[in-house]
């Protein structure tokens, strides 16, 4: 097949329209839907007074300390040409002027996955469930804890492609250490293409790596339509306090410029990393994440991005980092509360935990910060699923009971529905007082879809949970990874495409050595 003809057969595919989601057996919600809609209001906890004194706050950190952007020039006439103070690789911005940039951004925007019935949508009302990202060990129950590998890369992404609870790919699920620096963000890319159809996140290590997950997308889904539409995402991070490197700067333009999405993200440890104290954190985050947000729009306005948040504490008798603690919780309200009024996207919070197992500390930690994200208004929710010892190691086990906990989520956030059926009048007319519902029409109607089920949890009685072998949650979700991946069938690839994107890859690998740094 010629490059012509493979572009024609791309465009032919992405206008058949939308497929059916597809059928999940298993729980309560049995049909797979994209993304959330949320049906739960946004939980705002502060005043309007308050909300101007950070923000205030904030505007001065950029006036009077500024923000470094250190080893990108191009950054610094960026800055120089829209008015901005520089003074070496310090640049001081006007109250107001970063608030002006990003209005350029659109306030939420569809990432296309290669199965279209998957795209999603990031912004308003919408939540997207992402696993965690980063982690460069792995754990499960049977080897525990050992450094990532490909072969650990493409088993998270089949449980990922396997959950109905998640919506996305993600990115970096585990770091896979057996391949080259240099080189695993190809296999790492063509993973997430070859092993799901959902929408998925490029590399970020350097600007050609950037480059070159980009030009992944453009193989798959072609030139013109990556040019005109969001197909990849890029998770960049300041180096709190107060600077932005070349490596993060560099790649947050290559996605710009392709009119791809980054998403901006300071990882601020206070007390370490930023201010003990919730508010002034908060200030230093929002100062942070602007300064990056209208970076995009200097290289390419109308470019989307995310507006992104991870406030974390430390234990300050140890200098140890600490997740899943309830200041930054809280905090995280503050940011959504900021991020709408910038009428901007956002990533806020996670799954997050300290724990060194998928134990009741994961889960306490997990729930408080996931529940901070759900109420905060997140729209793009990383570290969903897997995030144990501090996003120093991805467990297996941990996964399962994370996409479960994900599948809650989905029933939380779609509320109360007032209508007819759920007042269910027609039930009490039939039943009448004394009775029970168990036969009623009304439950014969509803009972398949009333209520979340979950896959690990255990709800017999005591004595049945005995005989059956006494098992705790971690190891009936050691056992359902291992079934679930031996299940686990992937999604069609056109053959051509998945030829096209083995070529680039095995070019691009062979034309330089191998690094490991």
């Known amino acids: 097949m010629t490059g012509e003809t493979l572009e024609l057969d791309r465009k032919e595919r ?11 057996s298993g729980a309560g919600l049995s049909l797979k839907v994209p993304f959330i809609r949320r049906n739960i209001p946004t939980y705002d906890i502060l005043s309007e007074e308050n909300l101007l004194r950070i923000e205030q706050t904030a505007d001065r950190i950029l006036a009077e300390v500024g923000i470094e952007f250190r080893d990108d020039a191009a950054a610094l006439d960026h800055w120089k040409r829209a008015g901005a103070k520089i003074d070496g690789v310090r640049v001081r911005f006007e109250p107001g002027m970063l608030r002006e940039i990003v209005s350029t951004a659109p306030a939420s925007f569809v990432q296309h996955a290669r199965n279209p019935a998957n795209n999603v949508e990031i912004g308003g009302n919408s939540v997207v469930f992402s696993p965690a990202y980063g982690s460069p060990f792995v754990m499960d129950l049977d080897n525990g804890r050992r450094y990532g590998t490909i072969e650990d890369f493409r ?9 109905p609870w998640l919506h996305h790919s993600g990115g970096t699920i585990c770091e896979p250490v057996d391949l080259p620096v240099n080189k695993r963000h190809l296999e790492m890319v063509y993973s997430h293409i070859k092993y799901s159809d959902r929408a998925f996140m490029g590399s970020v290590t350097a600007e050609e790596r950037a480059e070159e997950s980009i030009e992944m997308a453009r193989i798959l889904f072609g030139a013109g339509f990556v040019e005109e539409n969001c197909v990849i995402l890029g998770n960049v991070n300041v180096n709190s306090p107060l600077v932005w490197d070349g490596t993060m700067t560099k790649a947050l333009r290559a996605y710009a410029r392709a009119n791809q999405a980054a998403v901006i993200v300071p990882f601020i440890l206070g007390g370490a990393m930023g201010p003990v104290t919730n508010a002034g954190a908060i200030a ?12 995009t729009q200097l290289e390419r306005k109308g470019a989307p991005v995310i507006f992104g948040n991870f406030l974390s504490s430390m234990s300050l008798r140890s200098g140890s980092p600490t997740f899943g ?9 503050v940011i ?10 956002l990533r806020c919070a996670g799954n997050f935990s300290n724990s060194k197992l998928p134990d009741a500390q994961a889960m306490q930690e997990g729930v408080m910060s996931m529940l901070s994200a759900v109420h905060c208004g997140a729209n793009f929710i990383l570290h969903s699923a897997g995030f144990v010892d501090g996003l120093l190691s991805m467990s297996y086990e941990k996964f399962v009971m994370d996409t479960d906990f994900c599948g809650a989520l989905h029933a939380y956030l779609a509320g109360v529905v007032v209508d007819d059926n759920t007042l269910a009048m027609d039930a009490f007319l039939e039943v009448g007082p004394g009775s029970h519902f168990l036969g009623s029409a009304h439950t014969m109607r509803n009972y398949q879809t009333a209520f979340w089920d979950s896959a690990v949890s255990d709800n017999e009685p005591f004595e049945k949970w005995a005989e059956a072998g006494s098992t705790d949650m971690a190891t009936r979700a050691n056992r359902q990874w291992k079934k679930t991946l031996a299940e686990y069938q992937a999604p069609p690839l056109d053959p051509a495409v998945d030829e096209a994107l083995r070529d680039y890859v095995e070019r691009t690998m062979r034309a330089r050595p191998d690094a490991w740094y």
């Open 14 to 24: 992405r206008t058949r329209g939308n497929r059916p989601a597809r059928r999940e």
């Open 155 to 163: 088993n998270l992404i089949k449980l990922g492609q396997s959950s």
């Open 284 to 295: 230093q985050s929002y100062a942070e994440t602007l300064a990056g947000c209208a970076l």
């Open 325 to 333: 603690t309830p200041e930054p919780a809280i905090g995280s309200m």
């Open 336 to 345: 959504g509360q900021l991020a709408r009024r910038l009428k901007l996207p």
